[in-house]
């Protein structure tokens, strides 16, 4: 049933039917979206998965992080999230990073990798940290990975 802008008393009400019919109809389209929204996400996914194994780190990337640091120094902030990726691409599915482990950069694979040897090249000398934490657990166990960049005063 379309909506009724402004109804007018001369017109018969609509019945319950119809209103429930409305209802279910409205439900159904959120639905639809919210599931064409997953689709899409899925596919985002799917296609950063296929493309994360062997490519470098672009140059777009690497200016993504730039401007990720700069917004959060500009609100303050010593820290930003600048990569994530599903805690299944390390080689032990993220429990050397879940567990504060030392050596979970070996754990990293693919442009994670890459973005941690950049990261090691380029970002250590000019004393940043890079330091990695799962940000979701689906189902309690490890979801995604997040890497961040800290530019914050050691503390004494």
Known sequence: MPERKN???NEPAPSAEDL???VVSSKMEEMQRREKAREAEKKM???FTADFPGNEVSE?????????VMNAVRNGA???????????????RGRAINNFDPKWPETL????????ERFLAHGRPKKFKLKAAIISFPDGMPGDVGLFVDWAPDRV
Not at 60 to 68: M, N
């Open 7 to 9: 109804p007018s008393l």
């Open 20 to 22: 429930r019919k409305t």
């Open 45 to 47: 996914l799917e296609d």
């Open 60 to 68: 777009e990337e690497l200016a993504k992080v730039r401007r990720l």
């Open 78 to 92: 010593y820290e930003a999230l600048v990569y994530s990726f599903p805690s299944r691409l390390c080689t032990d």
């Open 109 to 116: 694979t693919g442009k994670a990798k890459k973005l941690y």
